[in-house]
């Protein structure tokens, strides 16, 4: 059994979604690779998907009526345009048109409840951005059911189990296996590919949670944990691990064989490619994991095991990142104190902001944080 993760950038149109269904009906069932004989795939949102659904409700939350409303329909015009596109079959085009229209008028619901509550919490933030991962779900799952493989769309919120750590979710994991076995197990064996939304899961009580950045390559580690993989491919727009930015170092070069550790080490100092938190569960179960690049699939990739080959050819690596904002939180006088630091990284946890790095020197009044671009404008109004 091969776990296959697909990221926003390998499934973000038409095209890249017919791709997507070309790549796992390649893999499956292969007759010279037993292996394959079992394919699960996890999908995430469409790229760019989550960031408009988080701006909607940021904007819900401030009273901006218009703007949401405006994401909403564009949400609505992307997911019917994909839906036309791909699927042929009146049947199958009707009711997946019709279950992107229920989700996003849904969606819109959503946005009024934040509206009125004039307040952006966790657990809404949470609710809000799993749309995406839903949506992409019932439409891959169409599709490759209209090229002639049984296919079910399966959320993760029946299966992956988490605390109510909102935004950041953990998962429990002998909820999660159990519930893996209990109904991901039975379709392998009859025969059909479970295609499941990445990056969400729920609380004991059923309430939707996200499991935070690198949630989807997360997700399918639990789930290839939870389900015995032989492997879990990660699919992404990169030749898998690479020893520089080849944007920066065009001669940079794919790292074919890695150990955990070594893979750990990378990710941790910021390896975009591939989240820390992803290895974790496949550690405790010895799954092999392989990042490969869902524009160049015959490419291997890099291949993430506990022992790799004593033949391998060993590489330095340089890591780097971009589209970054440095942002110092401070006072004027001499009434800066510790706790003013842990109340604003607190803060800045609850609305949601993922804060890459902070640092305070005794010798200054200040706090400096480093986060994405993107949320720039939300943590100063934070």
């Known amino acids: 059994m091969i776990v296959h993760k697909f990221g926003g950038t390998s499934a973000g149109d038409a095209p890249r ?40 409700a940021r904007a819900a939350a401030e009273g901006r009526d218009s703007v949401y409303r405006e994401i909403k329909a564009a949400l609505l015009t992307r997911h019917l345009d994909v839906v036309e596109t791909l699927l042929t079959r009146s049947r199958e085009r009707l009711d997946v048109g019709g279950l992107v229209e229920d989700q996003l008028h849904e969606l819109e619901r959503f946005y009024r409840s934040i509206a009125m509550l004039g307040e952006l919490t966790p657990r809404g933030s949470d609710a ?25 769309a399966v959320s993760a919120t029946d299966l992956i189990v988490t605390d109510d750590s909102f935004g950041a979710a953990m998962p429990r994991v002998e909820a999660t296996r159990q519930h ?31 499991l935070g950045r690198g949630g989807s390559d997360f997700s399918a580690a639990i789930i290839g944990a939870g389900l015995d993989a032989d492997e879990v491919w990660i699919w992404s727009d990169v030749d898998g691990i690479l020893t520089a930015d080849p944007n920066l170092v065009p001669q940079a070069r794919t790292l074919t064989e890695l150990s955990y550790a070594e893979a750990s080490d990378l990710a941790y100092f ?16 010895g799954i092999p994991l392989r990042i490969v690049n ?23 690596s ?3 990142t971009t589209g970054l904002s440095l942002i ?15 109340r604003a990284l607190q ?35 934070t």
């Open 347 to 381: 803060k800045l946890s609850e609305a949601g902001v993922d804060v890459l790095m902070f640092s305070q020197s005794f010798s200054e009044h200040s706090l400096n944080l480093i986060v994405r671009e993107q949320d720039q404008g939300h943590c100063l109004k």
């Open 294 to 316: 869902s524009f160049n699939p015959g490419h291997p990739g890099t291949l993430i095991v506990e022992s790799p080959g004593a033949d391998r050819v060993l590489l330095p």
């Open 17 to 56: 979604l017919a791709s997507v269904a070309d790549m796992v009906l390649t893999h499956h069932n292969q007759a010279d690779d037993p292996i394959s004989a079992q394919t699960v795939v996890v999908v995430s949102a469409m790229s760019g998907v989550t960031n408009r659904l988080i701006s909607g």
């Open 328 to 342: 110092a939180i401070g006072s004027v006088d001499d009434s800066w104190a510790l706790q003013m630091a842990a």
């Open 128 to 152: 809000v951005t799993s749309f995406g991962e839903q949506l992409s779900c019932s439409v891959l799952a169409a599709v490759l059911r209209e090229r002639g493989v049984r296919a079910q």
């Open 180 to 210: 893996l076995q209990e109904q991901i197990a039975p379709l392998l064996d009859r025969g059909l590919i479970p295609v499941i939304t990445g990056f969400v899961a729920a609380t004991e009580t059923g309430v939707t949670t996200t």
């Open 318 to 320: 340089i890591i780097s």
């Open 270 to 285: 910021g390896a975009d490619v591939l989240h820390p938190k992803t290895i974790r569960p496949l550690i405790e179960r």
